[in-house]
């Protein structure tokens, strides 16, 4: 099983920033990819950014150029650095990690980010 503990989610003024964490424990395989999804009231929950083991990343169109996905495996953390916020970046902020084998996934809690205008 993989345990994840998030942390940074908050409220924060239009055009601001934020760092998301995500640490994971448990049994964590050398081959995995992290990310980050994301759910506003009334969506679906969508894909913000993703990160594998060796360190590929992958965008949402929406947060190319302004957020940054960065992962220590010598911790098992991934960040999300988000920058220049908007109003619709307002989600809950999901961390998720999967594995090829043992095949899993797993998710975060979640953590609500409000931006305010």
């Known amino acids: 099983q993989v345990h994840l503990v998030e942390s940074g989610g908050g409220l924060v003024q239009a055009g601001g920033s934020l760092r998301l964490s995500c640490a994971a424990s448990g049994s964590i395989g050398s081959l995995n990819v992290m990310g980050w999804y994301r759910q506003a009231p009334g969506k679906q929950r969508e894909l913000v950014a993703t990160?594998?083991?060796?360190?590929?990343?992958n965008y949402a169109d929406s947060v190319k150029g302004r957020f940054a996905i960065s992962r220590d495996n010598a911790n098992n953390t991934v960040y999300l650095q988000m920058s220049r916020l908007k109003p619709e970046d307002t989600a809950v902020y999901y961390c998720?990690?999967?594995?090829?084998?043992?095949?899993?996934?797993?998710w975060g809690q979640g953590t609500q980010v409000t931006v305010s205008s």
């Open positions: 990160i594998t083991n060796g360190g590929s990343t």
């Open positions: 998720n990690y999967r594995r090829p084998f043992p095949p899993s996934g797993y």
